[in-house]
């Protein structure tokens, strides 16, 4: 028996978790080829248990090694999980993400993060260090070029897990820092071990040609008869219907006529904007029949930290209730939600969203229930789409992908949670690997770029912070995310973490131009007005990047906000 075998061994003791056929195949497959691998993509379904994998990895690095760092590309997945790994290993664990500064450097032996943290840390610009950084960037300080070989060796001393990847995937540059990532594991001998419920082959195409073959592991997941897990999802019983709608109010109205003879209802709305799912919240509350009744929460991410970790928890005493209950969310369901439901409705959304969102369908002893996936029609029909930038947009996603989420149901016999073929449903790797050939792809300029930074030992972070600011402002995403904080929570007594709300650079920008931001929340936990600073603030006009020097280079941490908060629908914008 090899050291990661028993060390998930106790994990599964210690929790009293019952082992996974696929998860002690992925353990096993790991645990032989820990010596000669360096980059592993294990596949497992929603819900199928692969977090036992991220303990057991935090277990053997912390006995066998030196630390773990477990990423995740949502702050929900981070704070769903957080709790397990304290559970088993106390004190030693810490977490580093926006206003959460327990494991600088990410310092602590096991370290939970977001992708975004892990990136800056990888190309040498720790959060610690950044304001520094950038001040000397910006030519108003010198001799300040941070801890940057400390931020770099704490990810090359860590074996590093990177959970629910196709998010980081689907980030614009995030197949390119995944390559970045993957590459230096390979040639420093760091462990980088990816895990996600749907990996297109175009992604583990990708992965094999940055690393090699030599040095690559896919385990996939294979449909094993005898595994309970399979057998319970091939057992349930429920149809999928998919059509266009004109409004949130047809979709209230399917829910309301959904689930006759069900002994009792759960149902699920996800909508792809916050705007659409408060306005279905508000009509649901207007609605008759079996929802008069109905217990009703909406969840999306213009919560305050507080209020979302309390509504998290309301979802899980909800499930443990016997009263019928509809949950409205948005994106932010699709990981470290763990939800089930018997009457399932999403608006249009690519295929990995799909088969996430869907993964709290029927998660538990349901054993049927009916399914809706919807889409906004133009006045033929057809999926109404917009332009950016060139490409077709259906709201926040990639109108090609969404387009072909639409066929697949359409096909007929839908498999929702199982990837492969079975004696009943089609599995949805075919739709996965169909949908995404030619997606991923690694510009390889930034991908230079990057791999030389992390090479430069006397400029490498004025050279991260250069290539921040020419990307906007964040290595991953088309800009940086900032926390607004509501005047009327510190009012209340909230501190300034727990009221909280992550929202872009360009809406914090439009806010102060509207008036509607006007003091700014500083490193040493003071509040001041945002002048004599306004000017510099107004360079969050041109871009994500200016925010983010205005913000290290001040010492600003956040920006209070004379908006609207309401504890049941969230941050009013509207």
Known sequence: MGPLIRHYGRVLEELGWVSRP????????????????????IEAPTG???????????????????????????????????GRFRQLFGGVVGVRYMLHPESPYLVKPVTLTTIDTLALNYVGLAAEDLGKVMKHYDGTATRSLGHYLFSRASVLMSNVVIDEAHLVADLPNGPTVLAAIARTAAEEGMKLVLMTATAPKQLRNLLTEVVGEDRFLHIPFRARSGDPFVEEREAKEYSVEARPVRGVEEVVEWV???????????ALLVFNTVREAVKAYDALNAAGGWLRGAEKVLI???????????????????????????????????AGV????????????????????????????????EALLWWSADDSGNLETREADGALIYKVYPARLVEETIKWIRSGCPGLHLPDYTSRRAGYRVLIDRAYEGVYRVAHNLLSAILDITKDFSRGSIRAAE?????????????????????????????PRDA???????????????GLVGECLMSDGSIRPLDPWVALGRRTRRSGAALASF????????????????????????
Not at 27 to 40: C, L, N, P, Q, R
């Open 22 to 41: 696929a998860i002690d195949e992925a353990i096993e497959a790991m645990d032989s080829a820990w010596g000669e691998k360096d980059v592993f993509l």
């Open 48 to 82: 199928y248990g692969k977090t036992a994998v991220s303990l057991a990895i935090a277990r053997y690095s912390l006995e066998e090694e030196a630390k773990a760092i477990i990423a995740y590309p949502l702050r929900t997945l981070l704070e769903d999980q957080v």
């Open 256 to 266: 309301e006529g959904a689930g006759e003879g069900l002994r009792r209802r759960k």
């Open 300 to 334: 999306h991410s213009r919560f305050a930290s507080a209020h979302r970790e309390a509504l998290v928890d309301k979802l899980k005493q909800l499930e443990s209730g016997e009263r019928d209950y509809v949950v409205v969310a948005t994106q932010v369901v699709e």
């Open 338 to 369: 763990d939800i089930t439901s018997n009457i399932f409705a999403s608006d249009a959304a690519p295929p990995t969203s799909l088969i996430q969102r869907a993964g709290r369908f029927l998660r538990r002893e349901e054993c049927c229930g």
């Open 467 to 495: 290539l921040m600011t020419e990307l906007g402002g964040s290595l991953l995403r088309d800009g940086v995310m900032a926390p607004l904080i509501p005047k009327a929570l510190l009012e209340r007594g909230y501190s």
């Open 500 to 514: 909280s709300v992550p929202v872009s650079a360009h809406l914090v920008a439009s806010l102060i131009r509207k």
């Open 551 to 574: 913000m290290s280079g001040f010492g600003v941490v956040g920006f209070v906000t004379s908006l609207g908060y309401d504890e049941v629908r969230g941050l009013a914008l509207q």
